[in-house]
């Protein structure tokens, strides 16, 4: 990542930070909590959790349809959360940017409508580093169209083969769904080169940038991606919110695949006419206080500095790393030359699953398990891992902590 | 604060790393498979019933934590011999005790699996500790389909 791009001047304040975040300020098991499972959700810092607080106390009232004052209070912060979000994404306009419940929803929604307009025989590929919810949907919809799901194969270190990539790409493959980085493994992949040859073939490309969009910039338009999820949680947002970016071009084509209020220009029993973008795919009520905490989310992430943000948690990640390989018996799952964030490691025949407990009896939170990505456990041959994953507010203390818990794990387990 | 002692008692201990009863059984007469999601375990249960309705032998395989290894373990020992009336009575008393809704191990029945109530204190892995006991009233119920705790 771009950590030389940093002056000192920008650097984070790292305890400022950490003022910012209430939650972070408490004993669990009558220990300072060390929260290291910034992958599976994110926790708020104060400007967001207000910016709701404020929405229910002033402003509450539902968008698009009131006349009254509220609505119009309550419409345009829904709105200008849609502004904040296109420029962030660097989209070229608003309606292109469509609010879902996260990212799982948004890669649905693409293959549910999109996958429409594909027919029996063509492909999708993916690689072997995906979420289950960039996987579960392509398959649903091979059975309910007849499309074939290839998988890219990943190296011993986490990384993607790029040449089997473009091997697996041909005339007939119409869309290619991949994650920016890997949840489970920390491996971020070369985007831009993947969309440039899955164009070349004629296919569209989906990013999920779930894990990508707190601390690497995703330029729609530099990448010329054709989709981009994202899910607010890990972005310091509330839950309940994500994003669907599409191109313009694409979303038009695409029918709306569910209907109800917002979504409309006029109903009788016998024809409905569709609203434009983006209200065509967001039929009913949606989580206003939801966008609007996102929007506040993005507000606090850009006033930190995504080169910031990657700078810092580079410098933990680095310093993990090496206290981890320290420990008799951890053995680091995910070696990318690129990766950021994500430590994944078993601790000898020790499984996961203990150690989370002990750590969790120590104040630490880790995530253990398969993180959803089962097909990446199957190819390092082991059932599970333990997760320590990082955000802005971690510090080397916390890795310090995590090490010391570790060697309680051992001491208790091993 | 509870200690993780009470959880990870050395019987506990011995039988996650030291698992008996583990290996596959192709002629048995009741199978049932059981996953935790959560935590990635699995187990493939088999037992041998007679005629007479007794469990004759009981084994598993599987990859799990220490508390669902040593579950299967201590389960396999104590339900072999059993008949399968005995056997579903001893996992409403199993379950009963690690949920807390019968916290006594005064009683006789549970014998060896008693060390398994200190579990309680940590609600997130009751679920391994019931694993292969859901896959054993699945496999006595002659249900083909995996059994999850989820
Ligand atoms: C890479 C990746 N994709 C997709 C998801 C799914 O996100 P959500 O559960 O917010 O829909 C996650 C989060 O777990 C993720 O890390």
Same mark, same amino acid.
């Given at each position: 990542?771009?950590?030389?791009?940093?002056?000192?001047?920008e650097?984070i304040?790292?305890d400022a930070?950490?003022?910012?975040?209430?939650v972070?300020?408490?004993?669990?098991?009558?220990?300072?909590?060390?929260? *290291?499972? /910034?992958? %599976?959700?994110?926790?708020k810092?104060?400007?967001?959790i207000?910016?709701q607080?404020?929405?229910?106390?002033?402003?509450?009232? /539902?968008? $698009?349809?009131?006349?009254? *004052? *509220?609505?119009?209070r309550?419409?345009?912060?829904?709105?200008g959360?849609? %502004?904040?979000v296109?420029r962030?994404?660097?989209?070229?306009?608003?309606a292109?940017?469509?609010f879902?419940?996260?990212?799982?929803e948004?890669i649905?929604?693409v293959?549910? !409508?999109?996958g429409?307009?594909?027919a029996?025989?063509?492909?999708?590929?993916?690689?072997?580093?995906?979420?289950?919810?960039?996987?579960?949907?392509?398959q649903?919809?091979a059975?309910?169209?007849?499309?074939v799901?290839?998988?890219?194969p990943?190296?011993d270190?986490g990384?993607?083969?790029v %040449?089997?990539?473009?091997?697996l790409? !041909?005339?007939?493959?119409k869309?290619v !769904?991949?994650v $920016?980085?890997?949840?489970?493994?920390?491996?971020?992949?070369?985007?831009?080169?993947?969309i440039?040859?899955?164009?070349a073939?004629g296919?569209? +490309?989906?990013?999920?940038?779930?894990?990508?969009?707190?601390h690497?910039?995703?330029?729609?338009r530099?990448l010329?991606?054709?989709?981009?999820?994202?899910?607010s949680?890990?972005?310091?947002g509330?839950?309940g919110?994500?994003?669907?970016?599409?191109?313009?071009a694409?979303?038009?084509?695409?029918p709306?695949?569910?209907g109800?209020?917002?979504?409309?220009l006029?109903v009788t029993f016998?024809?409905t006419?569709?609203?434009?973008?983006?209200?065509?795919f967001e039929?009913?009520?949606?989580?206003?206080?939801g966008?609007?905490?996102l929007?506040?989310?993005?507000?606090?992430?850009?006033s930190?500095?995504?080169?910031a943000i990657?700078?810092h948690e580079?410098? +933990?990640?680095?310093?993990?790393?090496?206290?981890?390989c320290?420990i008799?018996?951890?053995?680091i799952?995910?070696?990318?030359?690129?990766k950021?964030?994500?430590?994944?490691?078993?601790?000898?025949?020790i $499984?996961?699953?203990?150690?989370?407990t002990?750590?969790?009896m120590?104040?630490?939170?880790?995530?253990?398990g398969?993180h959803?990505?089962?097909?990446?456990?199957?190819r390092?041959g082991?059932?599970?891992?333990?997760?320590?994953?990082?955000?802005?507010?971690?510090?080397?203390?916390?890795?310090?902590?995590?090490c010391a818990?570790?060697?309680?794990a051992?001491?208790?387990?091993g | 604060m509870s200690?993780?002692?009470?959880?990870?008692?050395?019987?506990?201990?011995?039988?996650?790393?030291?698992?008996? /009863?583990?290996?596959?059984?192709?002629?048995?007469? $009741?199978?049932?498979?059981?996953?935790?999601?959560l935590?990635?375990?699995?187990?493939?249960?088999f037992?041998?019933?007679?005629q007479?309705?007794?469990?004759?032998?009981?084994?598993?395989?599987?990859k799990g934590?220490?508390?669902?290894?040593?579950?299967?373990?201590?389960?396999?020992?104590?339900?072999?011999?059993?008949?399968?009336e005995?056997?579903?009575?001893?996992?409403?008393?199993?379950?009963?005790?690690i949920?807390?809704?019968?916290?006594?191990?005064?009683d006789s029945e549970?014998?060896?699996?008693?060390?398994?109530?200190g579990?309680?204190?940590?609600? /997130?892995?009751?679920?391994?500790?019931?694993?292969?006991?859901?896959?054993?009233?699945?496999?006595?119920?002659?249900?083909?389909?995996?059994?999850?705790t989820?």
């Amino acid at each position: 990542m771009s950590a030389a791009t940093v002056t000192p001047a920008e650097r984070i304040d790292v305890d400022a930070i950490r003022a910012e975040f209430p939650v972070l300020h408490q004993q669990v098991h009558g220990k300072p909590l060390v929260y *290291l499972d /910034n992958a %599976a959700t994110k926790h708020k810092p104060r400007a967001v959790i207000d910016s709701q607080t404020h929405y229910y106390e002033h402003d509450n009232a /539902n968008i $698009h349809r009131g006349v009254h *004052l *509220l609505s119009c209070r309550a419409t345009d912060a829904y709105e200008g959360a849609r %502004a904040r979000v296109r420029r962030f994404l660097n989209a070229a306009e608003d309606a292109e940017i469509l609010f879902t419940r996260g990212t799982t929803e948004g890669i649905n929604r693409v293959a549910r !409508s999109y996958g429409e307009l594909l027919a029996a025989g063509d492909e999708i590929l993916i690689t072997h580093m995906e979420h289950h919810s960039n996987i579960v949907p392509w398959q649903m919809l091979a059975k309910r169209k007849g499309t074939v799901l290839k998988v890219a194969p990943i190296d011993d270190a986490g990384q993607l083969d790029v %040449a089997a990539f473009e091997r697996l790409l !041909s005339p007939r493959t119409k869309l290619v !769904s991949i994650v $920016h980085q890997s949840n489970s493994l920390g491996t971020i992949n070369p985007i831009a080169e993947l969309i440039a040859k899955a164009h070349a073939v004629g296919a569209v +490309v989906l990013v999920d940038a779930a894990q990508s969009c707190s601390h690497l910039k995703v330029d729609v338009r530099a990448l010329d991606a054709d989709f981009v999820v994202l899910s607010s949680h890990k972005l310091y947002g509330p839950t309940g919110v994500g994003v669907l970016y599409g191109k313009r071009a694409l979303l038009d084509r695409m029918p709306p695949d569910e209907g109800g209020g917002d979504m409309i220009l006029s109903v009788t029993f016998e024809k409905t006419i569709y609203n434009k973008l983006p209200h065509k795919f967001e039929a009913g009520t949606p989580n206003i206080a939801g966008v609007i905490g996102l929007g506040a989310a993005i507000e606090w992430v850009e006033s930190k500095g995504l080169d910031a943000i990657a700078a810092h948690e580079d410098d +933990v990640l680095r310093y993990g790393t090496q206290k981890l390989c320290e420990i008799p018996g951890v053995r680091i799952i995910g070696t990318a030359t690129h990766k950021a964030s994500v430590l994944s490691f078993t601790l000898g025949e020790i $499984h996961p699953h203990d150690v989370g407990t002990v750590l969790d009896m120590e104040g630490v939170a880790i995530r253990t398990g398969h993180h959803c990505t089962q097909p990446v456990m199957d190819r390092f041959g082991v059932p599970a891992t333990a997760r320590a994953s990082l955000a802005v507010y971690n510090t080397r203390a916390d890795i310090d902590a995590l090490c010391a818990a570790l060697h309680k794990a051992i001491e208790v387990l091993g | 604060m509870s200690d993780l002692r009470d959880l990870y008692q050395d019987l506990i201990l011995d039988h996650g790393k030291k698992p008996r /009863n583990f290996r596959k059984d192709d002629a048995c007469t $009741h199978h049932a498979e059981g996953f935790n999601p959560l935590c990635g375990d699995q187990i493939a249960l088999f037992l041998r019933v007679s005629q007479d309705g007794k469990v004759e032998d009981a084994c598993f395989q599987g990859k799990g934590c220490a508390i669902s290894t040593a579950s299967a373990s201590m389960m396999t020992a104590a339900v072999k011999g059993m008949t399968v009336e005995e056997a579903r009575r001893l996992f409403v008393r199993f379950r009963d005790l690690i949920t807390g809704v019968d916290p006594s191990t005064s009683d006789s029945e549970l014998g060896k699996l008693a060390v398994f109530d200190g579990i309680r204190e940590y609600p /997130n892995r009751i679920k391994c500790a019931a694993l292969p006991w859901h896959a054993l009233t699945t496999a006595l119920d002659g249900n083909a389909d995996p059994v999850s705790t989820e």
